[in-house]
């Protein structure tokens, strides 16, 4: 009740009167309730809509716009950066923030990860997606560490494979298993692509279920997709036919794994075949990525 309380900025004895039925919540107070409690958003909604018919209707709730700026800014980091992994990785986290902070809402937790195709193998197809990039609000990090591997029993795996947005909410019954990450509740994935090839997908994550039951968040899950592709060199995208994606272990064994030996190896391959930090990181995910594929066949 306390928290009730403090979060729609009205007494506990409010609370309680409207709990008994001595009165009825003004309409404001009703539709701030689900983001308040989103783990029973959609039992809140329901119930809601059942007691005060049209108080809330997801499927119209407004969807803020990426504001001009944003394009012009990230046309303008394409155009004037020169180095292409530093131009991809201002222009995400550039347009990471802008989206955490339009979508941001007290009580509500968001995480954007953006997962690269990894290099083809020797059969010429790509076997999984990588995590590169992460941004988040709380419960998650605002700058987590990615280096996990994304197979096809992921949402993102799935976006990849079909080409398509995918949605995952935990409050529906899904027709295909799909793993879940930490804290999340409800996601939304979309593949970058150009001229019909794919570079990776952009994955949207939340605390709350319901998030992405209005088709205008996918539609902006979309549009980030689009500008993060701007970003990306013309080697950076492949075919679709190149995708054939593997299972990956569970995002908790990988991390482990990552936490307890990457760093060790970048060192020693930098050390021992004097590469730059940088190759020497990209031999040890191809080397990991090899292994994780073992570990679950």
């Known amino acids: 009740m306390t928290r009730v309380s403090r979060a729609l900025e009205v007494a506990e004895n409010t609370v309680y009167r409207w709990m008994s039925g001595a009165s009825r919540p003004r309409p404001v107070h009703l539709k701030e309730l689900p983001d308040v409690l989103p783990e029973h958003r959609q039992t809140l909604i329901q119930a809601i809509n059942e007691t005060f018919p ?32 530093q131009c991809f990785f201002t222009i995400a986290r550039e ?32 076997h999984s997606l990588y995590e590169i990039f992460v941004r988040g609000t709380y419960p ?5 560490e990615g280096k996990v591997f994304l197979g096809r029993t992921t949402l993102a795996g799935n976006a990849a494979l079909t080409l398509r947005t995918q949605t995952w909410d935990s409050s529906q019954e899904q027709r295909q298993p799909v793993e879940v990450d930490e804290h999340e509740k409800s996601a ?6 150009w001229r019909g090839k794919i570079a990776g ?29 701007i970003g990306l060199s013309e080697h950076d995208f492949y075919a679709p036919e190149q995708i054939q994606l593997r299972p990956m272990p569970p995002l908790r064994v990988q991390r482990e794994k990552v936490a307890a ?13 004097k590469v730059s930090g940088k190759d020497a990181e990209r031999r040890v995910q191809e080397e990991l990525e090899k292994e994780f594929e073992l570990m679950v066949q």
Not at 100 to 122: D, E, I, V
Not at 140 to 144: R, V
Not at 261 to 270: G, K, N, S
């Open 201 to 229: 997908v952009i994955i949207v994550s939340s605390n709350r279920t319901g998030m992405f039951n209005n088709p205008k968040m996918r539609l902006l899950v979309e549009e980030i997709a689009r500008l993060l592709a």
């Open 54 to 85: 049209g108080t809330i209707s997801e499927a119209t709730e407004d969807v803020p716009e990426l504001p001009g700026d944003v394009y012009r800014r990230i046309h303008y980091l394409a155009a004037t950066i020169q180095d292409a992994d």
């Open 261 to 273: 030996l990457y760093v060790e190896r970048a060192l020693a391959y930098a050390r021992n075949f």
């Open 188 to 193: 939304c994935a979309a593949p970058v692509m």
């Open 95 to 126: 347009l990471f923030e802008q989206v955490l902070q339009l979508l941001g809402k007290p009580q509500q937790g968001m995480a954007l990860t953006y997962a690269r195709l990894m290099p083809p193998r020797p059969d010429a197809k790509v």
């Open 140 to 144: 998650w990090e605002n700058e987590a």
